[in-house]
């Protein structure tokens, strides 16, 4: 009894390590169970999060390629969807600060006039022959007379817009081939998206931003106006007399401008002898002359007037013969990129891309001038002149001035 009393207590032992160790290997089981759980479930999820994220991808690409693709795409309209908000940006500003660049283009065009009158008229009217003096102020007042009358006609008259009830191809639409084999369809809406209609030409409805134009050519800041069907010719008149006004100061005034700007280095030298004899207090030395205040005007109005008419003429020229370029042709500036597109896909299948819009180089002019008779070319061309252009900007019949109907448009 004793024996068997004294076996219980290590028996009982064995029992409860035994009964022990089993609870903490279940213990164990179940963390590992919960732990292989949560790697799973961390392991769907991050394979779902890699499938949404993959899903996500395609969707915005295929969102992104419906919305880009286009026929005609190219890298052009890609480069100019990429500029879309600079050309919403340049819109906008020039919607609400055009009369700026008006009022700029008014004071710099009446700055050099109050130099001519002020500061050179007189030193004409001294020095030059009697037949310089008359061909002076006949060519300078002729030219002034014209630049002021077709500016003030290019911002005063509208470019013209298609009756309400008409509509333009929808954005990202490019002109149906039959709108470009009937030369009798509307021109204004015969270009890109961007262009065809302008949101600085509607300054006073907010709830209208866009207004297709008829024919529109570009939006003009410097006019605070689109350029199109009855504003083109002034606007162009404009830039080929300011440029050939500003010409005419820059060639006239040449020998003045080396004078004036060899009287403005004189005048630098004296005053820093001058600033170096009042350092040395050599009171006994006479000081050198110094130049008068309307002296010092004069010579630098001769320079400023020299500067800014020649790089007006540089740069507005090269834009007067680009212009000119195009109304050669018979297009404008948006046309002109329908027509190049138009021509490349041609060209490819092997055909020939005519405009039909162009009736030769010398007609052009004359429908462009709206020179009927030989006599226009005084009445309309070289005096001030508000006839109306060819057409109503809706119909393009073939104008009276124009001696032989052209080709067909296209060879297909």
């Known amino acids: 009894m004793e024996a068997a009393g004294g076996r219980a207590p290590g028996g009982g032992r064995r029992r409860r390590g035994v009964a022990g160790m089993r609870s903490r290997q279940r213990m164990f089981a179940a963390v590992m169970r919960l732990l292989l759980k949560c790697l799973r479930l961390g392991r769907r999820r991050r394979f779902k999060l890699v499938r949404q994220v993959e899903q996500l991808w395609h969707y915005g690409h295929l969102c992104l390629r419906s919305l880009l693709y286009n026929s005609f795409t190219n890298g052009d309209v890609v480069l100019d969807s990429l500029f879309e908000p600079v050309y919403w940006l340049v819109d906008h500003v020039t919607r609400w600060f055009g009369v700026v660049f008006v009022a700029l283009v008014i004071g710099l065009t009446s700055s050099i006039v109050a130099i001519v ?64 084999q009937q030369p009798t369809e509307l021109r204004g809406c015969l270009s890109p998206p961007k262009h065809s209609a302008c949101a600085g030409s509607d300054t ?22 689109c350029v199109g069907h009855y504003n083109h010719r002034y606007f162009f008149s404009f830039c080929l007399f300011m440029t050939m006004g500003c ?7 040449w020998e003045m401008f080396r004078d004036a700007y060899a009287a403005i ?5 004296l005053d820093k002898e001058r600033l170096q004899v009042a350092a040395n207090q050599t009171y006994y030395q006479t000081p050198p002359p110094i130049f008068s205040f309307r002296q010092r ?50 060209q490819k299948k092997g055909k020939v891309f005519r405009n039909p819009y162009s009736y030769g180089s010398w007609d052009n002019w004359k429908v462009f001038l709206g020179v009927d008779v030989p006599r226009h070319w005084l009445t309309r061309v070289l005096l001030p002149s508000r006839h109306p252009p060819y057409g109503t900007g809706l119909s393009w019949d073939l104008p009276p001035c124009v001696t032989e109907q052209r080709a067909p448009l296209l060879a297909i």
């Open 117 to 180: 009158y002020i500061c050179l008229l007189p030193l004409i009217l001294q020095t030059y022959t009697p037949a310089w003096i008359c061909w002076h102020l006949a060519y300078g007042h002729w030219n002034l007379i014209m630049i002021v009358f077709h500016y003030y006609m290019a911002i005063t008259t509208s470019p013209g817009h298609p009756p309400q009830e008409m509509h333009c191809p929808q954005a990202g639409s490019h002109p149906p081939l039959q709108h470009l």
């Open 204 to 225: 006073g409805a907010a709830l209208l931003p866009l207004r297709c134009v008829l024919k529109m050519d570009h939006h003009c800041p410097w006019l605070n106006n």
């Open 297 to 346: 005007a004069f010579h630098k109005s001769v320079v400023y007037l020299w500067v800014l008419c020649s790089s007006v003429a540089l740069a507005l020229g090269a834009l007067t013969l680009w212009h000119a370029a195009l109304i050669t042709r018979g297009e404008t500036s948006i046309e002109r990129h329908i027509n190049r597109k138009e021509r490349q896909r041609l």
């Open 265 to 269: 280095e004189k005048m630098k030298l």
């Open 247 to 253: 010409i005419y100061c820059s060639i006239s005034g």
